[in-house]
């Protein structure tokens, strides 16, 4: 079973178009993020939503609202695709705290989007 | 100054030889630190976390200076499969909750 998964795991649109991303993780966590990897491989933290409340909103602009209808979905829509948002987008989960004293809290990664805006 | 960074790379090493990857961060309330590794067209995976003591796994080896800000990860006889890029993340927890920081990634080349 996967334990974060994303769809759909290819998205091409054209400039100006709405879409969204899905993300499911199955691992019970209360804890889960949005992350955009661009062309130089750079992985950064876009959103993050901990039992249904967003906790970081980095400086992403508006067109970008995560929607976390419950603690194990966490789906990114966004507006007016621009050709910058062209990227690898990764969904996360973690458990916070971590259930075991002294845990590491440890991030699992879905298999990413790649977005394509033409 | 980024909070965290690393060796840019790429490093090519031929199989069997040792390297050692370099981290630095610059939040010195940092909790937490990994290493996660991952291939081309691939998720993050995490390979090790990084304990204050050091920690050993197997070819892989973790080190955390708090005093100086760095984490280091060495991997002995190096494997083909081992090619990949290696992320440093790091982590903290605020007011807000957690918050991880990805380093650039360093990428590793094995050679036959």
Known sequence: ?????????????????????????????????????????????MFSYNNKELI?????????????????HLNLHINSLELGDSA??????????????????????????????? | RKEVEQDPGPFNVPEGATVAFNCTYS?????SFFWYRQDCRKEPKLLMSVYSSGNEDGRFTAQLNRASQYISLLIRDSKLSDSATYLCVVNSRDNYGQNFVFGPGTRLSVLP
């Open chain 2, 27 to 31: 939040n010195s309330a940092s909790q």
């Open chain 1, 56 to 72: 970081i909103n980095e400086t992403v602009p508006n067109r970008f609202s995560p929607k976390s209808p419950d603690k194990a």
């Open chain 1, 88 to 118: 690898v987008y990764f969904c996360a989960s973690s458990q916070e705290p971590p259930l075991l004293a002294g845990a590491l809290n440890i991030q699992y990664f879905g298999a990413g989007t790649r977005l394509s805006v033409l």
């Open chain 1, 1 to 45: 079973d996967t334990a974060v998964s994303q769809t759909p795991k290819y998205l091409v649109t054209q400039m100006g178009n709405d879409k969204s991303i899905k993300c499911e993780q199955n691992l019970g966590h209360d804890t889960m993020y949005w992350y955009k990897q661009d062309s130089k491989k750079f992985l950064k933290i």
